[in-house]
């Protein structure tokens, strides 16, 4: 698939770049990322200074004390830990049932096919809410609560659709003549699938698969009720629990924040080009 | 996309071979439909059944009320107050999101020297986990030794609140902080349909003379409906039905109660009460506003021969 930006037209204006558009540009940058700037060096102040009034803009000292502390006397490894596993099987289970599933509404005729479609971009819209009390009566009845493998199964409940839409649309916008081009050639089906339709599907499969990484990594919801054991909690309510320490330390808070966006950060940068075009397809087209 | 939905089939032929074919599609869709069977569909359906009974949700009993949650729910006057609640929220920050995510859409279209970066950065709050962004903007606002309290300070406007986690502001603050965690979603929906925008209908607009406030309202506006109906939906329904941000933002605080919204509410309901079947019915009102909205929706804009429109 021929990334979006590359195949656009050029635009035939020159590029503006008046005062008036830098103002912009600045504006829309301070309001993105001053709350992270300030999320970091909030992180690497000293404690006297974090409460400092006016605050420091820059800080005067600069000290590890809160990182040192989430490293060494909080079980944020344990937590970021438990997050990995919980988002890396969430994923392998929506994206393996997900491409066979989108593969087969775009390549197959039987009946209900348009039905099964809408219920799937229905359920796409399903908030998590809805499914709260539901999920966590179920989950107690198989005793999955207060289990990692229990916490990814109610994240397939509101990611599957979601994969399946995007997916969907994905394989929809691969030319079958493509596929017709390599049967008459002599593959079969299962390798017109692997050599013809993987390689260019695979920017829609990896934007999908990361979406629904973010899902399981960001919840809140549902890990809140399903996970009590300090030691199977995952990043966003080990974090919260953090508040409920007696004296709130807004470092170790701003630490434990740093430490989950830059991996993140580094992650995003590196495919973000994926993820533009998994939005442009997901959501709207046409 | 030319390719309507029903053409997408590949191998034509006899009626048999054809049934052959569909045995096959539904094989591979088995794996998905079983577990969306069983992890979307049944658990709402389980929902819609559990409505009607009192339930604990610890414990085993449960009995049946009919429709006695939904008369007590009717009746509440906490729960008209969170309706109302979760309707301010999910009008002024999809507003707000609309705004601030076609605003940058239009900043970020064209290309200039830093161009990439800014569109990372721009996407960035959306990335982070919900719970980060929540506590930072804590911090960012705290009563006592907030920044952005301070910055407001200095600029001296007669009647601006010195702090703003309080019964009175912190909708404000709920809004703006969800504007800036979500904003970006529509950024990336509405830059990549400007981007599709054929060039020629500029061309002409500018050969007629449009300026450029013109030329927005009369060629990129109505470009643009078709995904800004899309967001305006699912953003309206996915704020409406939020409960992390009011969550995390007002838990511990004696202002929680200003932003106690229904997804808050119904949490309250099911875990502080312990009332599940209340909670339960509590999601099926949800459920049954968000049919109604995406009724609602399809009515009005009813989808084109290709789903994907929708």
Redesign the interface.
Known sequence: MPE??AS??R??RR???TGA?WA??IG??A???F??Y??LV?SLKASHE??A???TFWPHEWELRAYRKLFYETNFWTYMENTVIVAVLTTA?VI???V????????????C??L????????Y??????????????A?EFGLVNSLVGLA??Y???S??YA?WILR?FF??I??DL??AA?IDGAN?AQALWYVVMPLALPGIIATAIFTF?VA??D??FAL?LIGKDELKT??IG??EF?HMAVVD?GL??A??VM??IP??VF??TI?RY??AG??TG???? | ?S?G???????PGRASR?RR?????????L???A??LA???F??A??VW?GFYAKH??RATSSWVGLGNYSQILTDPDFWRSVWLATVYAIGSTALQIVAGV??AL??H?????CDF????????Y???????V???R??M?D??G?IP?LLNMLRIPGMPEAWLTHTTIMWVLIVLSV?TFFPFVL??V???L?TIP?ELY?AARVDGASAVRQFVHVTLPQLK??LL??LL?RG??MF????VP??LGF?GGAGEAIRTL?VF??QR??TYYQ?GM??AL?NV??AL?LMA?TVYFIAFPP?A?????
Not at chain 1, 283 to 286: L, P, Q
Not at chain 2, 5 to 11: F, G, M, N, P, S
Request: with cysteine.
């Open positions: 979006r930006a656009l037209p635009r035939p590029p503006v770049s558009a912009v540009r829309l940058f309001f993105c990322a709350p992270l300030w999320m909030s974090l409460l009034s006016p605050p289970i393996t049932a997900g066979i599933g989108a593969y087969s509404l775009t390549r197959y005729t039987f009946p096919r348009t099964i479609a809408r219920v799937t971009l229905l359920a819209m399903f908030p998590p809410i809805i499914m709260l009390v539901p999920l966590f009566l179920l107690r199964l109610t397939i409940s509101f599957l659709p399946l649309a929809q916008s030319p079958i596929e017709h049967l089906r973010i990594w960001n809140f919801l009720v990043i966003a974090i919260n508040f807004w808070i701003m434990a924040g989950v966006t993140a950060l995003f940068v973000q993820l533009i939005w442009g959501g709207v087209k046409g | 996309m390719v939905a029903d053409t997408l089939v590949l191998v054809r074919e569909s045995l096959i599609g539904i094989g591979l869709l794996p998905s439909a577990l969306v992890f979307t569909i658990p709402v389980y929902n559990l949700s610890l605003a940058g900043i970020l064209r290309r200039f020297a830093g800014l569109r990372g950065v721009a996407l960035f709050p990335m982070i986990p919900t719970v980060i962004a506590f930072v903007w911090w960012l705290n006592l030794y920044v301070y800036w990336v929906n830059l990549a349909r981007q060039l061309d078709n995904v899309i967001v699912l329904i996915w039905t939020k409960f992390d969550w995390l511990g997804p119904t949490y099911s875990f599940a909670g339960a999601s949800m459920l968000l995406v084109e290709d789903d994907n429109d929708a």
